[in-house]
Structure formats: structure tokens, C-alpha cells
């Protein structure tokens, strides 16, 4: 069975700080795909990366970073110098099967408030 | 850009209602989803579809049904609300793609109240 672990349920720090959200992961699959959204006070969830797989890459998007690491099946998130505007509740998926054509499977999330 | 959209923002309905919440997506995708938010247990899926007519279960399809007569349109429907169902509903879709991937586009989600 798949399950997606965000074991930080809220965290808080000041505005300028870095602050990395931790995502942990089991499937079977010998290929999925891996996501982060983030879902803002509106309520609507936005999409921020996927990875697959096959590629371990680390990828950069100015003040975003993540981290995919296979053997240890993690899939961290770190925000750099932290913003008002990065408040959210952030949430790590896994896709089912058929390359996630059958839905995704969400960890619980991860509630960031940035404090001015 | 892609939208989804929800019907309603907001809803309350009383308990033995029959609750219909519509989903339509204007991107052409194959991929129709429903999840439900609950505090505590982030989204988990209910139905999805990938085709006009077809409809798989999620993980907690109980109490519910789906309809998906036209590609754009995926409806859920509460056959007999009952108040453990209060709660977020999010409709999200995808394409299908060749091998990758695409990631799912999801709606700004109703909040359903049963009372």
C-alpha cells in the first residue's frame, strides 16, 4: 500500500528564515511520480513541482528548493529566506497507478506560517 | 490557462438530502478527480475517471457516486447526506499524457455542511 508522511503538522518561524518541510514515502512502484502543493487561505491547491523517479536531481526555482533522495525515499521541500506570502498549509503527493492517472495519494500536510 | 470549476463555494444541505456538486474542466483532459479535506487527514480520493462514462473507486467511494456523461463535466453526487460528510470537496483533472505524467489542476473546492 502507498502512504505519503508529512510528520511536521505545523511549523513556524520568522519572516527571512529558511525552513524546510519533510515529506517521506512508500510504494512498490518502480516508477512514480512525487509532487508539492501548496494550498493558500483560498483554499485552492497550486501545483509546484513533480519528479520522477528516475531522476534525482535536485531542482532549484529561486527561493524553492527540493531534494530527492531514493534511498532514504524522501522528498524534502526548503524555502529560503521565507516570506509572508509562503503561509500556507503545503502538502506532498505520491501518484497511484498508471503514472498517477488513478489519482494521487496525499500526505496530511504541513500548516507554515511565517511571522513578520 | 486551465480552470476547473466548482459549482458552489459553499453549501449546506440537511441530513437525507440528495447533494450533487458539479465539476466542469475547460482543458480537454482525459483525468477527472474527486477528493475530500478533512482536517487532520489531508485529501484522500473518492472517485476518479479517465474517460467519458468510466468511473473507478478511491479510497473511501462509500456513500457516494459519480457521473461523468460528458468529458468537461464530472458530478459527485451524496445519495443520502448524512453529517459525516460535512466537509471539503475538491474536484481536480489531468491529461492523460504519453508516458509522463501530468500534474492535476484542482478547482477552489465546496464546502459542504450537513446539518
Known amino acids: 500500500a502507498q502512504k505519503v508522511t508529512q510528520a511536521q503538522t505545523e511549523i513556524s518561524v520568522v519572516e527571512k528564515e529558511d525552513v524546510t518541510l519533510d515529506c517521506v514515502y512508500e510504494?512498490?512502484?518502480?516508477?512514480?511520480?512525487l509532487f508539492w502543493y501548496k494550498q493558500p487561505p483560498s483554499g485552492e491547491l497550486v501545483f509546484l513541482i513533480r519528479r520522477n523517479s528516475f531522476d534525482e536531481q535536485n531542482e532549484i526555482s529561486g527561493r524553492y528548493s527540493w531534494n530527492f533522495q531514493k534511498s532514504t525515499s524522501s522528498f524534502n521541500f526548503t524555502i529560503t529566506a521565507s516570506q509572508v506570502v509562503d503561509s500556507a498549509v503545503y502538502f506532498c503527493?505520491?501518484?497511484?497507478?498508471?503514472?498517477?492517472?488513478?489519482?494521487?495519494?496525499f500526505g496530511k500536510g504541513t500548516h507554515l506560517i511565517i511571522q513578520p | 490557462d486551465v480552470k476547473v470549476t466548482q459549482s458552489s463555494r459553499y453549501l449546506v444541505k440537511r441530513t437525507g438530502e440528495k447533494v450533487f456538486l458539479e465539476c466542469v474542466q475547460d482543458m480537454d483532459h482525459e483525468n477527472m478527480f474527486w477528493y475530500r479535506q478533512d482536517p487532520g487527514l489531508g485529501l484522500r480520493l473518492i472517485y476518479f475517471s479517465y474517460d467519458v462514462k468510466m468511473k473507478e473507486k478511491g479510497d473511501i467511494p462509500e456513500g457516494y457516486s459519480v457521473s461523468r456523461e460528458k468529458k468537461e463535466r464530472f458530478s459527485l453526487i451524496l445519495e443520502s447526506a448524512s453529517t459525516n460528510q460535512t466537509s471539503m470537496y475538491l474536484c481536480?483533472?489531468?491529461?492523460?499524457?504519453?508516458?509522463?505524467?501530468?500534474?492535476?489542476?484542482f478547482g477552489q473546492g465546496t464546502r459542504l455542511t450537513v446539518v
Open positions: 503527493a505520491l501518484s497511484r497507478a498508471r503514472g498517477g492517472a488513478d489519482g494521487l495519494t
Open positions: 481536480a483533472s489531468s491529461l492523460m499524457g504519453t508516458g509522463a505524467y501530468t500534474e492535476a489542476f
Open positions: 510504494t512498490r512502484d518502480t516508477t512514480y511520480y
